[in-house]
Antibody
Framework: QVQLQESGPGLVKASETLSLTCSVSGDSISFYNWAWIRQPAGKGLEWIGR???????SYNSALKSRVNVSVDKSKNHFSLTLSSVTAADTAVYYC?????????????????WGQGIVVTVS | QSVLTQPPSASGTPGQRVTISCSGS????????VNWYQQLPGTAPKLLIYRNIQRPLGVPDRFSGSKSGTSASLAISGLQSEDEADYYC???????????FGGGTKLTVL
C-alpha cells in the first residue's frame, strides 16, 4: 500500500522560498500523477500543483508565477518550491497521489494523502 | 470564495440521513466527475467518493454520491457520531485548468 510523507522546514521567513519534499513508499513514482494541496488553519483546501514523472506539470493559476513541482525518480520522491512567501502562505501542506487521467470527463481523484506538514511564514 | 459552493454547516441526529450539496458550473461539475473527501478533526483528508458515485474499498455504503447537471450531493444515512467531520467536494475545472474544491461543510452529529 502506497504511503506518502511530507518533509521540510516548518518555519520560513517572509520573502524567502518554501521547499518541501514528499517521499513515496510502497509504489513507484513513475506510474502516476502527484499533487500538492494546502489548507490554511480553519479554512478549506487549495490545490497548488501537479507533476508526473514524464516532466509534465500544471499549476494553480493564482500561484503559477511562484510555484515549481518536480519529480526525482531516483529517490522516488517529488518536491514543491514556493518562492517569495508571505504570511498568506502559512498552511498545512499535503502531498497526494492522483488516480486516473483527465480523459473522458474524469476529474481524476486524490486517493492517497500524506499526513501533512505545518509551514509557518514569519 | 470557493469555485464550488457548499453549505458551511449541516447537522443531524444519530440514525438520521443527511445530505450535503455542492454547486458548480459547466466548466467543472457540468463537464467532469465529482469527488468527495472526508476530513476528521486534526487529520488529513480521506477520499470518500470518486467518479460521482464510486466508493473506495473500506468506505461504508452509508455514504453515497450523486450528480445532476452542475450540482452534486453527498448523502450519509444511518448517521453515526464518528461521521462528525468536514466534507469537501472537488472536480477538475476546464476553464481554470486545475482542481477546485468546495469551501467545505462541517457536519455535526447532535
Amino acid at each position: 500500500q502506497v504511503q506518502l510523507q511530507e518533509s521540510g522546514p516548518g518555519l520560513v521567513k517572509a520573502s524567502e522560498t518554501l521547499s518541501l519534499t514528499c517521499s513515496v513508499s510502497g509504489d513507484s513514482i513513475s506510474f502516476y500523477n502527484w499533487a500538492w494541496i494546502r489548507q490554511p488553519a480553519g479554512k478549506g483546501l487549495e490545490w497548488i500543483g501537479r507533476t508526473h514523472s514524464s516532466g509534465s506539470t500544471s499549476y494553480n493559476s493564482a500561484l503559477k508565477s511562484r510555484v515549481n513541482v518536480s519529480v526525482d525518480k531516483s529517490k522516488n520522491h517529488f518536491s514543491l518550491t514556493l518562492s517569495s512567501v508571505t504570511a498568506a502562505d502559512t498552511a498545512v501542506y499535503y502531498c497526494a497521489r492522483v488516480l486516473e487521467g483527465l480523459f473522458g470527463g474524469s476529474s481524476g481523484w486524490f486517493d492517497t494523502w500524506g499526513q501533512g506538514i505545518v509551514v509557518t511564514v514569519s | 470564495q470557493s469555485v464550488l459552493t457548499q453549505p458551511p454547516s449541516a447537522s443531524g441526529t444519530p440514525g438520521q440521513r443527511v445530505t450535503i450539496s455542492c454547486s458548480g458550473s459547466r466548466s467543472n461539475i457540468g463537464n467532469r466527475t465529482v469527488n468527495w473527501y472526508q476530513q476528521l478533526p486534526g487529520t488529513a483528508p480521506k477520499l470518500l467518493i470518486y467518479r460521482n458515485i464510486q466508493r473506495p474499498l473500506g468506505v461504508p455504503d452509508r455514504f453515497s454520491g450523486s450528480k445532476s447537471g452542475t450540482s452534486a450531493s453527498l448523502a450519509i444515512s444511518g448517521l453515526q457520531s464518528e461521521d462528525e467531520a468536514d466534507y469537501y467536494c472537488s472536480a477538475w475545472d476546464d476553464s481554470l485548468n486545475g482542481w477546485v474544491f468546495g469551501g467545505g461543510t462541517k457536519l455535526t452529529v447532535l
